[in-house]
Nanobody
Framework: QVQLVESGGGLVQPGGSLRLSCAASGITFSMYAMGWYRQAPGKQRELVATITRGGNTNYADSVKGRFTISRDNAKNTVYLQMNSLKPEDTAVYYC???????WGQGTQVTVSS
């Protein structure tokens, strides 16, 4: 069975950094593009970043220059490095296996003073 486990969320002050991880199992990880999404209360789930099996990346305009998505196929893990965090980045962050729509349970990120 496919399983995605997000981790690394927490409370951080504005301007701080977090690194999220998503560990995948039950799939041939290297064969799939991966994505990070986020959802804030009362808002639609938003695509944050994607990375293809070949390592090409794409970012939402709101996070360009601040967030970096990467993957380690040997560890079956995708990462999201988040720098210069803003209060509007507060959300539950989810990873997703693209095309087949496998989702993890999410990890809470709260940016507040």
């Amino acid at each position: 069975q496919v399983q995605l486990v997000e981790s690394g969320g927490g409370l951080v002050q504005p301007g701080g950094s977090l690194r999220l991880s998503c560990a995948a199992s039950g799939i041939t990880f290297s064969m799939y593009a991966m994505g990070w999404y986020r959802q804030a209360p009362g808002k639609q789930r938003e695509l944050v970043a994607t990375i293809t099996r070949g390592g090409n990346t794409n970012y939402a305009d709101s996070v360009k220059g601040r967030f970096t998505i990467s993957r380690d196929n040997a560890k079956n893990t995708v990462y999201l490095q988040m720098n210069s965090l803003k209060p509007e980045d507060t959300a539950v962050y989810y990873c997703n296996v693209q095309l087949v729509s496998y989702w993890g349970q999410g990890t809470q990120v709260t940016v507040s003073s």
